[in-house]
T-cell receptor
Framework: LAKTTQPISMDSYEGQEVNITCSHN???????ITWYQQFPSQGPRFIIQ???TKVTNEVASLFIPADRKSSTLSLPRVSLSDTAVYYC????????????FGTGTRLLVSP | EPEVTQTPSHQVTQMGQEVILRCVPI?????FYWYRQILGQKVEFLVS????????KSEIFDDQFSVERPDGSNFTLKIRSTKLEDSAMYFC??????????????FGPGTRLTVL
């Protein structure tokens, strides 16, 4: 069964940089890796998407190594409002379930 | 800003009953998805739909499930005979282009289904 795994939780303080890594060993060769943010009782919200190397937008950066077996979401200076669950989403190469969300990382930002 | 909408926000049903969850994707989008999230667990892919047919489905999407785009705006998920384990949040999402073009899925707010 294809899996994407993430750390269960992370703690941080306001103003710090947070890096969350997702492991996706069997990722499909021709698809993007996407990261989402989810608040309680809401749908996932798009953060950033990339295929290879590094992508940066106004809220985050995404680092993807050449083998694409992992990706790292970087939040540069977190605030209290960044407390949420973060998921990676990738299309996997094996198994019945093609589109696979990561296990999710619960980020808690403290003052 | 255009958004995906879903109705109802909460649906309560008895085991064995049929339910239809409704979604209105973003108007110029071509690809549509259903996901579910059991309370406290991760989001799970159910099915994707393009050009009026299913393009991919997961092992969760068995014969009890079906999807339909009955008109130009709605996208529905039907569960024929609900089971207790179908209780979850169901999210609809839509996308303008294929992922290989660098596009993204936009998610609705979800429908909470409770099966008693």
């Amino acid at each position: 069964l294809a899996k994407t795994t993430q750390p269960i939780s992370m703690d941080s303080y306001e103003g710090q940089e947070v890096n969350i890594t997702c492991s996706h060993n069997n990722i499909a060769t021709n698809d993007y890796i996407t990261w989402y943010q989810q608040f309680p009782s809401q749908g996932p919200r798009f953060i950033i998407q990339g295929y290879k190397t590094k992508v940066t937008n106004e809220v985050a950066s995404l680092f993807i190594p050449a083998d694409r077996k992992s990706s790292t979401l970087s939040l540069p200076r977190v605030s209290l409002s960044d407390t949420a669950v973060y998921y990676c989403l990738a299309r996997m190469n094996t198994g019945f379930q093609k589109l696979v969300f990561g296990t999710g990382t619960r980020l808690l930002v403290s003052p | 800003e255009p958004e995906v909408t879903q109705t109802p926000s909460h649906q309560v049903t008895q085991m064995g009953q049929e339910v239809i969850l409704r979604c209105v994707p973003i108007s110029n989008h071509l690809y549509f998805y259903w996901y579910r999230q059991i309370l406290g667990q991760k989001v799970e892919f159910l099915v994707s739909f393009y050009n009026n047919e299913i393009s991919e489905k997961s092992e969760i999407f068995d014969d009890q499930f079906s999807v339909e785009r009955p008109d130009g705006s709605n996208f529905t998920l039907k569960i024929r005979s609900t089971k207790l384990e179908d209780s979850a949040m169901y999210f609809c999402a839509s996308r303008a282009r294929l992922a290989g073009d660098g596009d993204t899925q936009y998610f609705g707010p979800g429908t909470r289904l409770t099966v008693l």
